[in-house]
């Protein structure tokens, strides 16, 4: 049984499209880990994988003190993660990027483990960029990034399976709702978002005149539950929440984006916007605004009244739902699947070639 090595972390946008690719994958495929002691080792826990730890620094963006010992940093990253790769001896890599994935990329590239790797984002960030000239293959979610990047093809974004198959009626049974009135599912992606929970708890009583709420705040908080508004800090069953769901408000990370048009949910989207990121969610929200296919509330725009304001804006947009039915964007595990299938079965190929290759040359002569 030929061996992958998984990577990808930092945050949980580097780790979820790898953890729903995994039951197919362990289908076929021995399956290892490689991240570091962060939010990818908590996700993996309990999945019967191994996982290799090593440290892999992050750039620090707009402190140039913090990043003076980045390249030494690196090189450590380099050299233990070059270590996993010779002790778990994969026959290919599979990379979801960040700044985690490149000490592993390299490393492989080293070896020759072909590597394919999956850019989430409408455009690359710098890791990913680095990261594109030493695979294989560089998949996307969007059909544009393949055009920017070496190697570049277009696949679609991993989607966990699971979403698919909750029941909705079950879902709404789990959080006591009703059918009578639309359910709004609020959420501000893995770690959740101060400032959509500020904005939310402001526009509450408002809300609760249009909408039962299940509100996924990224902690325990203290919020109190009433009459029509579920408050969670964290919720494992992504599937039973966005089944009960009539309508979305998330952030628009590319995950989180892609899970909300695979299932087909009018939503409204509220883009991280700050010094510490490099517009990803921006981009992301707005070639899917142009396109029909969600709504969109700037962040600098984000108060009570704008949040009910543009909420019922997507209530009353009654065309949104036939958009997104004829919208090409689905699940694209099957076409990842696909291209790891077609490098490994060249991996097997060439390794069949060298070893008749070696054989001949060890056989005595006549």
Request: aromatic fraction near 6%.
């Amino acid at each position: 049984m030929q061996k992958i090595l998984l990577t990808g972390g930092g945050s949980a946008g580097h780790v979820v499209p790898n953890l729903a690719l995994i039951p197919s994958l362990k289908e076929k495929y021995e399956l290892c880990y490689a991240g570091t002691d962060a939010i990818e080792k908590k996700l993996l826990q309990g999945r019967g994988i191994p996982f290799y730890t090593f440290s892999a620094p992050k750039l620090v963006r707009g402190s140039l003190l913090r990043n003076l010992a980045l390249p030494f940093r690196f090189l450590r990253g380099l050299r233990q993660a070059g270590k996993i790769l010779d002790k778990a001896r994969p026959d290919l890599v599979f990379s979801k990027g960040g700044d985690v994935a490149l000490p592993v990329v390299m490393a492989a590239k080293r070896r020759k483990i072909p590597v394919i790797s999956h850019e989430s984002d409408l455009s690359a960030g710098l890791a990913n960029r680095l990261i594109a000239k030493r695979c294989a293959t560089v998949l996307t979610s969007f059909p544009d990034t393949a055009k920017h990047l070496k190697n570049g093809k277009y696949s679609g974004s991993p989607v966990r399976e699971e979403l698919f198959r909750a029941d909705r009626a079950a879902a709404r049974k789990k959080y006591g709702f009703s059918d009578s009135v639309p359910v709004l599912l609020l959420f501000g992606g893995g770690s959740g978002s101060a400032a959509l929970n500020r904005a939310a708890d402001e526009a509450l009583a408002a809300l609760l005149q249009h909408f039962q709420i299940l509100h996924i705040r990224g902690k325990n908080d203290g919020a109190r539950p009433r009459t029509g508004y579920v408050p969670v800090g964290y919720e494992q069953d992504m599937a039973s929440a966005y089944a009960c769901a009539d309508f979305v408000l998330s952030r628009a990370g590319s995950n989180t984006v892609f899970e909300i048009l695979a299932l087909k949910k009018p939503a409204l989207l509220v883009p991280l916007e700050n010094n510490s990121t490099r517009g990803d969610q921006v981009q992301n929200a707005e070639y899917f605004e142009k396109r029909g296919l969600c709504h969109v509330l700037h962040q600098k725009d984000l108060s009570a009244g704008r949040l009910q304001e543009k909420l019922l804006s997507l209530c009353r947009d009654s065309d949104l739902q036939a958009r997104l039915a004829r919208a090409p964007f689905r699940s694209g595990n099957d076409a990842i699947l696909a291209e790891i299938e077609k490098t490994l079965a060249r991996q097997r190929k060439q390794n069949t070639g060298a070893e008749k290759t070696e054989n001949l040359s060890a056989a005595p002569n006549p």
